[in-house]
Every structure is written in structure tokens, then in C-alpha cells.
């Protein structure tokens, strides 16, 4: 039976591995799912991170050794996320390489806490590429109004970026504009444009749990028509995903990206996140299912890796009933939910819960490096 992780990879879609922790690469784990043709891919962000570090042991060593150094908690952190995406990078090179650059790439964040300041985001984000130093590697930055800038620029600069916190349609055209504009830069630069890679990463599932907080508020109110609300539950996050799609495909096949491809230019493939079902009432697959289509990247945690392994069933259904996700976000505005405000708030819930994360993570490894710090003095 073929796996079906590898029957998405022919229908189009890259799965790629939504985590990383140093013993699945020193154990390896990592490299085996990579042989075994599980994933073609791997995003980190600052909760992962922070997951890794503060949950287990593993770090430890590491963590007292670059303290008693004098390092901060803050070099200390920098030091062992570019060595694992570094790793990482190394493990998923050959299938950078067997596809030519289409796949096999590895993510780093920049820091959440930069999200609103252009200029420093993208100096971290030349940081990282400097510093990783690895072709396959994508630089994370968020579709905030002042990352759309930086997007733009690192594009020019000729790194590969991986635009997350993505949510509305409306920003999801600006940053499909921002990185067009950063290619023209280095068209007319006379740079080559054939090696960059870049997705925008679509967040899904958190969609459908802020939507049906709404929708069941109105429920316990009873002032609407009930079967209509209950009609409407878990519907917004893969009707907005569907239409995002429907936008990509327009904007690639345009007269607008036609000179661009010509000089050599890849799609900025979209990247579905958050896919796992957050609501226990939705199957497992819920959000995976319904989002295979050509030229995306599905970024799943393990939990949801193992299930599509073994009960995935791929087929090609983003495009089924467009007519119908339009229906959906209209039945949204009639009952009186304003998604582009609650899509807005998911932005900064997002932003602000990565910044959460990686404060936090600082905080447990200047608590691991006190007494690292005080035997060294």
C-alpha cells in the first residue's frame, strides 16, 4: 500500500514537518522520516523552540557549557536553534537537491519581538542567512504591515523566505505583491531570480476556533436562526483557505508574473498552517483533507504526520465547490460576523503569542545557565 504521505507528494503537496527537537536529529529519527518519504520539509517557530527546550533535558549540557562562556540567555537560545536548523538543513539536502530547489527546505524564524519594526527584521533575517549558511535554509517573517517591507527586501536580497502568520485574503495579496516586487528588484539588478524559493504560509484551523466562539455565542443567545449558525461551524477556515488558493492560482497565471517566470522566477507556493484539528469534534484530518492541491506545502505536527501515514486518504479537493466557500463567508457577514476584524485579531494573537513563547523560553534558559554562570566565576 502506497503511503500516503508519499501520494500527497505526487498529487503536488509537500508535507513538511511542523517541529524540531535535537534527538530526532542525534537519534535519527529526522533522517529516517526523510528516507522513508514521510516529509519533504521542516518549519520551526518560537514555540517549538521553547517546547524543546523547556520540556526536556536535552539541552542542558549545551545551555551550562555556553553560559559558563558568559554567553546571555539570549546567544545562548540563537546558538542552539542555528545548530539544530543547521542539522536539519544538512538531513534535508539531498532532496534540495534532487528537486532542484523545489523542496527539501528548513525554517527559522526571526524574532517574534521584531514583528512591527521593518528595518530590524530584516537585519535579523540577513543575520540568519548569513549566519546559517545553508541554500535550503527559508528566513520566517510575519505578514505584518512593516514585514511586507521586509519580505520585499530579502527577496531582493536573494534569500529564500517563508512568509508566516498569514490570515486574510487582502494580506495574503500583499504579500503575493511584495514578493513580485522583490524579484523585479533583482531583475532589474540583473540577479538571478531561479534560486529563490518562497511560500506564504496560510494559517488555518485557528480560523474556525475563533469563528465558532462567535457563532456559539449567538447560539446561547438565541437570537438568530440556530440551524443556520450550526450550518456555518467549521466552515470559514477552509472556505478562506479554498478562496486564498483560487487568488494564488490567479495571480501566478497572470500577465503580471509571466516576464518574471520567464527570467527564471518560481510561485510563491501557499503553505497551509495550523492544520492540525484543534476541536475535538472535527476528525483528525479535517483541515489536511480538504487542502490538497498542486504546488502547496501542508506543515504538520508529528501527531498529524503519524495520522495521515496511516488514514490519509489524497485526493485533489482544494478547488471542489468554490461557489460554495463564498457561500460560506456570505452567510458569515449575514449572521453579523466581521471575519476581516477577527482575522485582523489572529494576527496579533499570533505575533504576540510567539513573543509570549519566546520570552518564556529565555526565561527557562537563564534559569538552566544560573548555576553554570556562578560555578564559573
Not at 11 to 36: F, V
Not at 133 to 140: C, G, I
Not at 356 to 371: F, G, H, N, Q
Request: net charge negative; aromatic share 6%; charged share 25%.
Amino acid at each position: 500500500m502506497t503511503n500516503p504521505l508519499v501520494a500527497l507528494q505526487e498529487l503536488g503537496q509537500s508535507p513538511w514537518h511542523d517541529n524540531i527537537r535535537r534527538d530526532l536529529i542525534t537519534s535519527g529519527a529526522l533522517a529516517k522520516m526523510i528516507a522513508d518519504g514521510d516529509i519533504t520539509g521542516l518549519t520551526s517557530n518560537p514555540t517549538i523552540f521553547e517546547q524543546a527546550i523547556a520540556n526536556t533535558d536535552i539541552y542542558d549540557d549545551a545551555i551550562r557549557a555556553l553560559a559558563a562562556h558568559g554567553e546571555t540567555s539570549a546567544r545562548i537560545f540563537d546558538a542552539l536553534a542555528i545548530e539544530d536548523i543547521r542539522h536539519a538543513a544538512d538531513l534535508f539536502r539531498p532532496v534540495f537537491d534532487r528537486t532542484s530547489g523545489d523542496d527539501g527546505y528548513v525554517s527559522i524564524e526571526v524574532l517574534p519581538t521584531l514583528a512591527h519594526d521593518a528595518d530590524a527584521t530584516i537585519a535579523e533575517a540577513r543575520r540568519l542567512w548569513a549566519v546559517v549558511d545553508r541554500p535550503n535554509l527559508m528566513v520566517k517573517i510575519p505578514a505584518t504591515l512593516a514585514g511586507l517591507k521586509a519580505i520585499e527586501l530579502a527577496i531582493a536580497d536573494g534569500m529564500n523566505v517563508n512568509v508566516t502568520l498569514i490570515f486574510s485574503l487582502l494580506r495574503y495579496h500583499a504579500v503575493v505583491q511584495a514578493y513580485l516586487a522583490g524579484l523585479r528588484q533583482r531583475v532589474r539588478a540583473k540577479a538571478p531570480v531561479h534560486t529563490i524559493f518562497s511560500v506564504a504560509s496560510f494559517f488555518v484551523s485557528r480560523v474556525d476556533s475563533a469563528v465558532d466562539r462567535l457563532l456559539d455565542a449567538q447560539i446561547a443567545a438565541g437570537t438568530a436562526d440556530t440551524a443556520a449558525l450550526r450550518a456555518l461551524k467549521g466552515k470559514a477556515a477552509i472556505a478562506n483557505a479554498q478562496l486564498a488558493y483560487e487568488a494564488f492560482e490567479g495571480m501566478f497565471r497572470s500577465a503580471d508574473f509571466s516576464s518574471l517566470r520567464d527570467a527564471g522566477a518560481r510561485v510563491q507556493r501557499p503553505l497551509w498552517a495550523s492544520t492540525s484539528s484543534k476541536n475535538p469534534a472535527y476528525p483528525d484530518l479535517y483541515y489536511v483533507e480538504a487542502l490538497v492541491g498542486r504546488e502547496t506545502v501542508d506543515t504538520m505536527p508529528p501527531a498529524t504526520i503519524a495520522a495521515y501515514r496511516d488514514h490519509g486518504a489524497p485526493r485533489q479537493r482544494i478547488g471542489e465547490n468554490l461557489d460554495g466557500a463564498r457561500a460560506t463567508l456570505a452567510g458569515l457577514k449575514a449572521v453579523g460576523i466581521d471575519l476581516d476584524a477577527v482575522l485582523a485579531q489572529l494576527e496579533a494573537e499570533g505575533v504576540a503569542s510567539f513573543s509570549k513563547s519566546y520570552e518564556s523560553l529565555l526565561a527557562v534558559i537563564e534559569d538552566r545557565a544560573r548555576d553554570a554562570r556562578g560555578a564559573s566565576q
